[in-house]
């Protein structure tokens, strides 16, 4: 399966807004819940949210997000906007070289910080 960062960032906006709470399944209308719990665990594998993936033997089935980390809700704050998503749609995740997830969340860490100091380099 291919990831899909429009996915993973619709799941961690809904999140965010209490779209699923108390436990309640990942759902997003059109992707089926087999695709929204493998995109669920590539954000538990990348420590932005913390819940449980539901699975039968070894193939996943849905998730269910209890919470986003600190690192959850820095990342949405900066992907939430739709001028820095855009960057980094354009920049990481451009068809045939996208750099993947870890890749993005430092990308947004340096927009945002660029954002709020100005022109600051990154490091």
């Excluded at 961690?12 to 209490?18: H, S, T």
């Excluded at 949210?49 to 600190?70: C, D, H, P």
Aim: hydrophobic share 40%; net charge neutral; with cysteine.
């Amino acid at each position: 399966m291919k990831r899909d960062m429009e996915i993973i960032r619709t799941i961690l906006l809904n999140v965010e807004a209490d779209k699923y709470q108390n436990g309640e399944r990942i759902n997003i209308p059109s992707v089926s819940d087999a695709v929204c719990g493998y995109h669920t665990a590539l954000i538990f594998d990348a420590g932005l949210a913390e819940g449980r993936l539901l699975k039968t033997q070894e193939v996943i089935m849905g998730a269910m997000i209890y919470r986003l980390t600190s690192a959850g809700h820095d990342f949405c704050d900066g992907i939430r906007q739709d001028t820095i998503w855009n960057k980094v749609r354009k920049n990481i995740l451009k068809p045939g070289a996208s750099y993947g997830l870890s890749i993005a969340v430092e990308y947004v860490k340096i927009l945002v910080r660029q954002q709020v100091f100005g022109d600051v380099p990154p490091g």
